[in-house]
Structure formats: C-alpha cells, structure tokens
C-alpha cells in the first residue's frame, strides 16, 4: 500500500490489513486527542487530512478514547467530527491564519474580521 488514502479506501472495502492499520492509526490519534482535549479543554475536535476520509473507523476510537481516559468527565463528551474540508483542512487552516493577520487593523488594536467565524458555518456541516 502506497498512501493514507489508498490504505482508507482497501479499509472501506473491508480489506483485513488495511482495517488493522486503520485501527491502529486511530488508537494513535485517539491517544493524541486525549492529551489535546486534557491540556486545552476544547469543545469540539475537528479531524482533518487525508486520515478524515475514514469516517466513523476513526471517529469512534477517538471518541471512545475522549470517553474512557480524559481527566475531567466534562471533557469526555467533547464533539468529534471530520472536517468538510477533507484533504484540505491544513491548507485553508493555515490561509485562515494569514488572512487573519492580513485583515487585523493595526492602528485599532483589534480585528476588522475574524476568520474563523467565517468558517464557523462550514465546520457545523
């Protein structure tokens, strides 16, 4: 198997290797959105990249994992969902970022517009 997305779609097929690798990459992320969910209390995680395209095969060990080992139990009901951007979460995450700074105003010492609410709507899909 040549990439994430090729290993994904032999998962979505029920190829048994691939679920395997699936699996144990979802145990990964499950383990890195328990430390995130314990050190910034956040009250969403959106899971983007090519790995998203995996659905509930990465959903639901993730949340399975928010459930059983968050530190505070408020924190294990944190909503995990896949980004509708798919692959390109990291690319219109980082143009957010820049555009950000772009739009501050610096002579009020605020923001003319935050990015963000702009893509709040898209995230809520």
């Known amino acids: 198997m040549s990439s994430s997305v090729e290993v ?12 395997q690798a699936v699996h144990n990459i ?18 969403r995680l959106i899971l983007g990249g090519p790995l998203a395209q995996a659905g509930n095969y990465l959903l639901w060990p993730v949340q399975r ?12 009901h944190v909503l995990v ?6 692959d390109k979460a990291t690319i219109i995450g980082s ?7 772009v739009l501050q105003d610096s002579s009020l010492g ?16």
């Open 8 to 19: 994904i779609a032999r998962a979505l097929e029920g190829e048994r290797f691939a679920l």
């Open 110 to 125: 605020r923001r003319v517009i935050h990015v963000p609410d702009l893509l709040e709507e898209e995230l809520e899909r």
């Open 65 to 76: 994992r928010l459930e059983n080992e968050t530190i505070s139990r408020q924190n294990a």
């Open 95 to 101: 143009g957010a970022c820049v555009l950000e700074q």
């Open 26 to 43: 979802a145990d990964y992320v499950g383990q890195a959105a328990v430390n995130l969910v314990n050190m910034f209390d956040p009250d």
């Open 81 to 86: 969902k896949t980004s509708a951007f798919n």
